[in-house]
């Protein structure tokens, strides 16, 4: 059968031929394959490492919780003398690139806020980059909060925006397009300030935040 000789012609002249090429580029196809091995427990390490660190500051933040959530801003961020817990800023140090590290930046950005040290919180709301939508939505609003709280009311109703068109899901959206079309007002930009109180009566006829929206359109047009 002269097909089937050529076929397993064909294939042997392709094996001589892959032999041959390995034994004249030996050395580099050994690189290759070493390079790749390297890469590949990299990688594995990597993972493994960000995996145990994210597990690490759970612990941590588990133990931060306790001063946080009775107001104890401070010693939430600094730790406590006793050592029970390291703090908010010793976890963003260690492992904030971790998720739960990213909560923890959140929390202390939070934290300063409610020091009045708005430059840090300013910088820690900047900071976050969780992957967690709602968490990403308060840390919007945030710093939208950072900058009302300078009087930087165009900065802040931009923010707002941001954090209302984010995430549909979020629950907060009306409340936000309200804070931002009222920070528009306060900047003097009664456009934008308009077109979002409009926005908002259209997208969310059953908001709380209407009435008040319309009291401030009523202020525009006298």
């Known amino acids: 059968m002269p097909g089937k000789h050529h076929q397993e012609d064909k294939l042997m002249s392709a094996y001589y031929k892959a032999v ?3 034994e004249e580029n030996k050395k580099n196809v050994y690189t290759a394959l070493t390079i790749l091995v ?25 133990k931060v919780k306790m001063f946080y959530n009775s107001n104890n801003f401070k010693q ?10 390291k703090g908010l800023l010793y976890i963003v140090n260690e492992y904030g690139s971790t998720e739960n590290g990213e909560t923890a930046k959140l929390m202390l950005a939070n934290s300063y806020y409610s020091l009045r040290d708005f430059d840090n919180a300013e910088k820690y709301y900047k900071d976050f980059s969780g992957s967690n939508k709602i968490l990403k939505v308060s840390a919007l609003a945030g710093l939208a909060g950072v900058y ?15 954090a209302a068109n984010y995430d549909n899901n979020n629950p ?9 079309a009222k920070d528009y007002f ?3 930009d009664y456009k934008s300030a308009k077109e979002l109180f409009d ?10 935040f209407i009435a008040e929206s319309e009291r401030y359109k009523a202020s525009m047009n006298n």
């Open 20 to 22: 041959q090429y390995f």
């Open 38 to 62: 390297v890469l590949i427990a990299g990688t594995i390490l990597f993972v493994n490492k960000r995996t145990a660190n994210n597990e690490l500051a759970a612990v941590e933040l588990d």
């Open 76 to 85: 939430a961020i600094e730790g406590d003398s006793l050592g029970t817990s």
């Open 148 to 162: 009302e709280a300078k009087n930087n009311y165009t900065e802040a109703a931009k923010q707002f925006e941001k």
């Open 172 to 180: 907060f959206v009306d409340q936000y397009l309200f804070y931002a």
């Open 186 to 188: 306060r900047a003097g």
């Open 199 to 208: 926005n908002l009566k259209k997208d969310h006829p059953k908001s709380k």
